[in-house]
């Protein structure tokens, strides 16, 4: 069997890290291989870290700065030297989240999340979905958010605004390639308590946990099942989707 090349940005972010983890563990059970190369931001230590227990994954960290549309432009130049194109593509990166209400809302920060999500996604959707569609195959999972499945919470303009769009660039994607044999799907948790909220009280995160269904909030290793689901042959018949993992909280 052909060995896969997964492309993941914001690969040294938690999700990410556990990801690749489990893309081991998968791979060594079944005896596969496979490359991935993993964008980071600023620091590599994490992929290091990682990389020292890995064998079914070779790992290939590249930086960039993707609020910074250069950095974007060479991160693809370097990942198609390193492969023609990935077999699956799995995005990641945010800013850290922040609360804000609309009259505090800033749109320089607006557009430097939008550059870091949205723009890197088209980016890399114009350049690799068209070979991926010459090729008859590939897969896209975009990590989105539980405020995009029904009505958000209050004070997160900046936060909101992005995902949305985020979400309009996912099913664009996906509606147009959807005829290539390209899958293009995306996932909305609910709050993971991850560093993606440092910039958050404590207080409002205890109170998000109180308020779900579940009176907890989603643990990283609960959306691996659905990275893994939508980057493999049981997402054939899937695109477009939004899944929502959400514990019933909408």
Not at 28 to 55: P, R, S
Not at 58 to 67: F, G, I, N, R, Y
Request: charged share 25%; hydrophobic share 40%.
């Amino acid at each position: 069997m052909e060995n896969k090349v997964y492309f993941i940005t914001g690969a040294s972010s938690e999700v990410g890290i556990a990801f690749i983890r489990s893309l081991e563990e998968k791979l060594k059970k079944n005896g596969e291989k496979a490359t991935v190369i993993a964008h980071y931001a600023t620091h590599d230590d994490a992929l290091l870290a990682l990389e020292k227990g890995l064998c079914a994954v070779t790992l290939m960290p590249q930086q960039a700065d993707l609020s910074q549309p250069e950095e974007v432009k060479n991160l693809i130049v370097r990942v198609a030297e390193i492969c023609e194109c990935p077999d699956c593509i799995l995005h990641l990166p945010a800013a850290k989240l922040s609360y804000n209400r609309i009259r505090q809302l800033d749109w320089q920060n607006v557009m430097r999340d939008m550059e870091i999500q949205v723009h890197s996604l088209g980016e890399i959707g114009k350049y690799f979905l068209p070979k991926m569609g010459k090729r008859g195959r590939g897969k896209v999972a975009v990590m989105l958010t539980a405020c995009t499945v029904g009505m958000p919470p209050k004070f997160m303009s900046q936060y909101v605004l992005v995902k949305y769009a985020l979400l309009g660039l996912m099913k664009s994607m996906a509606v147009e390639f959807a005829d290539k044999g390209i899958n293009v799907n995306g996932i909305s948790p609910n709050m993971m308590e991850t560093k993606f909220l440092d910039n958050i009280d404590g207080k409002i995160v205890e109170m998000n946990r109180e308020a779900s269904t579940m009176k907890r909030n989603v643990r990283v290793e609960e959306v691996l099942p659905a990275i893994h689901l939508l980057l493999s042959e049981g997402s054939d018949y899937m695109n477009g989707v939004n899944l929502n993992l959400t514990g019933g909280d909408r």
